[in-house]
């Protein structure tokens, strides 16, 4: 078998607005289990890099540790990385964001990279609101340890072997949602349809924008018996609608089915068009609440957009930070002297 990708593309392929093709936005081959999830996921984050024209050099993709910290190196081979260690991604994706807000950051975990050992990172960087997009590809196992049960894990569920799972799961949606991020959905890593427009929506989020996909475990968790396999989220997904992204743009024209009754203005401007459940507004944090609630207690996977604030503030708003990369400040704005500190130094007294 050969690992080495191909150099020729065709002489006429597609470039988007800013004149790059879907190739800019590759990485390297995919060593993941053949049919795994996580790959989905890869090609989800390329095409809608891709399709929003997005330069790949503005964009700091950030992992942790797990199958799902490693796909990275799978997506956008042209952007700055950096592969943290385990549940340790939101402090390193903070303090890059802080030394230089004008990069797109994304960060890429697992259920076990933020539901156990990274729990704890996971709950502050959602409730400051931290201007990224956080995935989790959330196979309900430790692919990378012989498929023991994660955090995220269903009462009851069995992985290939193994007894039922006996614990209480953690569902990042409700825990993100009930710790004030401004963005929550929930998707399928069998279902691009739905799941591209969700990662476009995040990515022009002002504010923390968490994506929680159901993404298999081909290896562990492929059986009948596991919540999070293919068959039963297969069986028991439903979505909140049928959702669709449209970026702004000098002018957009562009003819949507009946049905897409919900329109949401972004803080920056971006709109999402959203067919909603009679039962869910998506503009309200308990309505998401007790949607997820109500369709657990029915054993089934909602998906979609779940809740999104349209006014939302970063945390360098909130901070009040400076507009410019730290690395490009200079010493006078660094130093600004003893009178500048003795003024800080009164106003803490």
Not at 75 to 87: A, D, I
Not at 202 to 214: C, E, L
Not at 300 to 307: C, I, R, S
Request: include cysteine; aromatic fraction near 8%; charge should be negative.
């Amino acid at each position: 078998m050969s690992y080495i990708r191909p150099s020729f593309r065709h002489p006429d392929a597609q470039a988007n607005a800013k004149g790059f093709t879907r190739e800019d936005y590759e990485g390297a081959l995919s060593t993941l289990c053949s049919g795994c999830g996580h790959d989905s996921v890869s090609s989800a984050i390329i095409q809608s890099t891709f399709e929003l024209s997005i330069e790949p050099h503005r964009v700091a993709k950030i992992s942790g540790i797990g199958c799902s910290s490693k796909t990275p190196t799978y997506f956008l081979g042209k952007s700055h990385g950096f592969n943290s260690v385990h549940g340790r991604m939101p402090s390193v994706a903070t303090g890059a964001n802080m030394a230089n807000r004008d990069l797109l950051y994304v960060g890429v975990s697992g259920d076990g990279d933020s539901a156990s050992i990274g729990l704890g990172q996971f709950g502050h960087i959602a409730r400051r609101n931290l201007n990224m997009s956080y995935i989790v590809e959330n196979n309900g196992c430790y692919g990378l340890t012989k498929g023991q049960d994660s955090a995220t894990t269903d009462i009851g569920s069995k992985s290939k072997k193994g007894d039922p799972n006996p614990y209480e799961p953690i569902d990042l949606c409700a825990m993100a949602l009930q710790l004030g991020a401004t963005f929550v959905a929930r998707s399928f890593s069998g279902d691009k349809e739905q799941l591209v427009p969700l990662i476009k929506a995040a990515m022009s989020h002002n504010g923390f924008a968490f994506i929680d996909v159901i993404s298999p475990c081909v290896t562990f968790n492929n059986t009948a018996a596991s919540s999070k396999g293919y068959e039963f989220v297969r069986d028991h997904m439903q979505a909140t609608g049928k959702i669709d992204f449209v970026p702004v743009r000098s002018e957009i024209t562009a003819n949507y089915p009946a049905g897409f009754s919900e329109e949401i203005t972004l803080h920056d401007g971006s709109v999402i068009h959203l067919y909603k459940d009679d039962k869910l507004d998506c503009t309200d944090r308990n309505s998401a609440m007790n949607a997820i609630a109500e369709f657990n207690d029915k054993g089934q996977v909602l998906t979609g957009l779940l809740y999104v604030d349209p006014d939302s503030s970063d945390f360098h708003k909130i901070q009040q930070t400076v507009s410019q990369p730290l690395s490009s400040l200079n010493e006078s704005d660094l130093c600004p002297g003893a009178r500048a500190l003795g003024a800080i130094n009164a106003s803490l007294r």
